[in-house]
T-cell receptor, first 114, second 112 residues
Framework: GESVGLHLPTLSVQEGDNSIINCAYSNSASDYFIWYKQESGKGPQFIIDIRSNMDKRQGQRVTVLLNKTVKHLSLQIAATQPGDSAVYFCAENIRGAAGNKLTFGGGTRVLVKP | KAGVTQTPRYLIKTRGQQVTLSCSPISGHRSVSWYQQTPGQGLQFLFEYFSETQRNKGNFPGRFSGRQFSNSRSEMNVSTLELGDSALYLC???????????FGQGTRLTVV
């Protein structure tokens, strides 16, 4: 498979446990945030998004938390499964930018141990 | 509903050559963005097209260019290829501003 990052921070988690992936963003003007999952050899897959007028949003087994005060975003995965092993990226879109111009974080590799 | 389709999936080119990559967005999506992914630099924005117009541009040299057709399909071109252009090139389509961007599988370009 293709490596999307040779020196990514890695989160090892036991199958069935909850995972928390963190992301710091730098631009206080960002108003839209997305989490993506990328498996080896594939493009990033949309997981969940959140707008800056919210601080929490839930999906199926995933929750995104946004703390604008400290410019921090997190993704919580409940009951982590082997299929959750992948690299996870946060991305932000800048308010006022005409259109879509996502800025991505460096990514976190999640390894699920059986 | 078909997803974002990128062709070709793999490409090997020689330094100095040029290359054209293609992206067909999700039906009905008018915004197409291009990204370069490398182990060292991560995912970096190249440019975005909307209704055949370049709406945003990243910090890449002029060797990188693109265009969008009336059916929203997009192409990107890299001229005078350098070894450092070896990367996974990803295309994403969106319905409008600040909505989900859906990615294709990417084109793996290797410059030798």
């Amino acid at each position: 498979g293709e490596s999307v990052g040779l020196h990514l921070p890695t989160l090892s988690v036991q199958e069935g446990d909850n995972s928390i992936i963190n992301c710091a963003y730098s631009n206080s003007a960002s108003d839209y945030f997305i989490w993506y999952k990328q498996e080896s050899g594939k493009g990033p897959q949309f997981i969940i998004d959140i707008r800056s007028n919210m601080d929490k949003r839930q999906g199926q087994r995933v929750t995104v938390l946004l703390n604008k005060t400290v410019k921090h975003l997190s993704l919580q995965i409940a009951a982590t499964q082997p299929g959750d092993s992948a690299v996870y990226f946060c991305a932000e879109n800048i308010r006022g930018a005409a259109g879509n111009k996502l800025t991505f974080g460096g990514g976190t590799r999640v390894l699920v141990k059986p | 509903k078909a997803g974002v389709t990128q062709t070709p999936r793999y490409l090997i080119k020689t330094r100095g050559q040029q290359v054209t990559l293609s992206c067909s967005p999700i039906s009905g999506h008018r915004s197409v963005s291009w990204y370069q992914q490398t182990p060292g630099q991560g995912l970096q924005f190249l440019f975005e097209y909307f209704s055949e117009t370049q709406r945003n541009k990243g910090n890449f040299p002029g060797r990188f260019s693109g265009r969008q057709f009336s059916n929203s399909r997009s192409e990107m071109n890299v001229s005078t290829l350098e070894l450092g252009d070896s990367a996974l090139y990803l295309c994403a389509s969106s319905g409008s501003m600040n909505t989900e961007a859906f990615f294709g599988q990417g084109t793996r370009l290797t410059v030798v």
